[in-house]
């Protein structure tokens, strides 16, 4: 019953912009602390950046000034606006939904960053 979707990944040059969107079902979304997880060919997944539940933020220092993470609790949906991207952060993209006791991953999506 619960699903977590990504979607809005794809194909873009160093120094542009992508958003990606995760749309959260089967949860109480508002109970959620959510998150965006990355993962590189060969590297292991890392922590992009968390919202919690009361709104507060958290991001690694790698995308910090660079990347924003929100949430609109009417949509049920986590957003992750990406600028001016670098190839290094090519890598698969995953929206975590996180509770004491609950942890739920999306699927992911593709975002690559090539000159």
């Known amino acids: 019953q619960v699903q977590l979707v990504e979607s809005g990944g794809g194909l873009v040059q160093p120094g542009g912009s992508l958003r990606l969107s995760c749309a959260a079902s089967g949860i109480i979304f508002t109970n959620y602390a959510m998150g965006w997880y990355r993962q590189a060919p060969g590297k292991l997944r890392e922590l992009v950046a968390t919202?919690?539940?009361?709104?507060?933020?958290v991001y690694a220092n790698s995308v910090k000034g660079r990347f924003t993470i929100s949430r609109d609790n009417a949509k049920s949906t986590v957003y992750l606006q990406m600028s001016s991207l670098k190839p290094e952060d090519t890598a698969v993209y995953y929206c975590?939904?996180?509770?004491?006791?609950?942890?739920?991953w999306g699927q992911g999506t593709q975002v690559t960053v090539s000159s």
């Open positions: 919202v919690t539940i009361g709104g507060g933020t």
């Open positions: 975590n939904a996180k509770q004491l006791r609950d942890d739920y």
